[in-house]
Each structure stands twice: as structure tokens, then as C-alpha cells.
């Protein structure tokens, strides 16, 4: 079996996938994620995105910039936040709609970001869920936004 097939097996078996229906959701239920932001993470994304700032890329740019070194893309960031949605609330079959960001701090190499996601409104009728969406490190607020999806539902499919 080629590697690539069994990564894929890998990633589709081991990771910890949950519902919750939007039957079952409260507002200010949460669910979180917390990553460590690796190298291989950057120069992964940056191969998959096209987006070579060298400010990701770097170590010499970066070095010479407020930050003081290399940075994770702010999409990359931003990107967890999907992890949750998709995996744990609401979960498999959630459809993304929107998502809005505000980046307030960079991520370094290293760095491990954890996602919180909290359900402010819910839509029974539309199947729609408003989300608010930070990620912190350290405690630190460094990504704030909002996202809207539409929940599974126990009585229609997505």
C-alpha cells in the first residue's frame, strides 16, 4: 500500500470525530482543540496555499521584522478553527458558511494555539448555528471571530 493511502487511513480512523445535533445544542455550549505549530506545519502550508511571504518562510527576513523572527500564516490559524467545527461541534456533516477573523498577536513556530469555540444563536428552522471562534496561546486572545454553519440534524440530512 502506498504511504499517502495509509496517512490518509490514518488520519480518517484515528481522529476522534463526534455530532451533536442541533436538537441537542444550547447556547454557550463550547468544545476546544489545542496545536503545537510546527515547522513542518508553515512549510506545509505554504506549499499547499502558494503563500511564500517570506515572513512565513524566512528566517533571515523575519528575523529583521517587529516579530523578530518567522510567523504561522494567519490562515493557518485561522484553519483550527475548522478542526473543531468539523469534529466536535458541531461536528461530522457540519456545513462552514462563514467565518470571520480579527488576528490581534502572531503564532511562532512552537507555539500552541488552542481554539474555543461557543455557540451564541441557533436557527432550529435553518438549521443554523452562529459560533463565536477565538484562539489563544498562552491565554492570550490572538484570533477572534465568528463563524456561521449549518448543524446536523436528527430529522433531515444537510
Not at 500500500?1 to 445535533?21: D, G, K, Q
Not at 492570550?140 to 440530512?157: C, D, H, N, Q, Y
Amino acid at each position: 500500500m502506498p504511504h499517502n493511502i495509509r496517512l490518509i487511513h490514518f488520519f480518517a480512523t484515528e481522529s476522534v470525530m463526534t455530532t451533536v445535533y442541533i436538537e441537542d445544542m444550547v447556547i454557550g455550549q463550547t468544545a476546544e482543540y489545542g496545536k503545537t505549530i510546527t515547522e513542518a506545519d508553515i512549510i506545509l502550508f505554504a506549499g499547499i496555499t502558494g503563500d511564500n511571504n517570506p515572513m512565513h518562510i524566512n528566517e533571515e527576513y523575519a528575523s529583521a521584522t517587529p516579530f523578530e523572527g518567522r510567523i504561522a500564516h494567519g490562515m493557518l490559524t485561522a484553519s483550527l478553527i475548522s478542526t473543531v467545527l468539523g469534529t466536535q461541534l458541531p461536528g461530522y456533516g457540519t456545513v462552514y458558511l462563514s467565518q470571520s477573523a480579527k488576528f490581534r498577536a502572531p503564532v511562532s513556530i512552537h507555539d500552541t494555539v488552542n481554539v474555543k469555540v461557543t455557540i451564541k444563536t441557533i436557527d432550529p428552522v435553518k438549521k443554523r448555528v452562529t459560533l463565536e471562534t477565538n484562539c489563544y496561546v498562552k491565554g492570550k486572545l490572538i484570533l477572534e471571530g465568528e463563524a456561521m454553519v449549518i448543524a446536523p440534524s436528527r430529522t433531515t440530512e444537510v
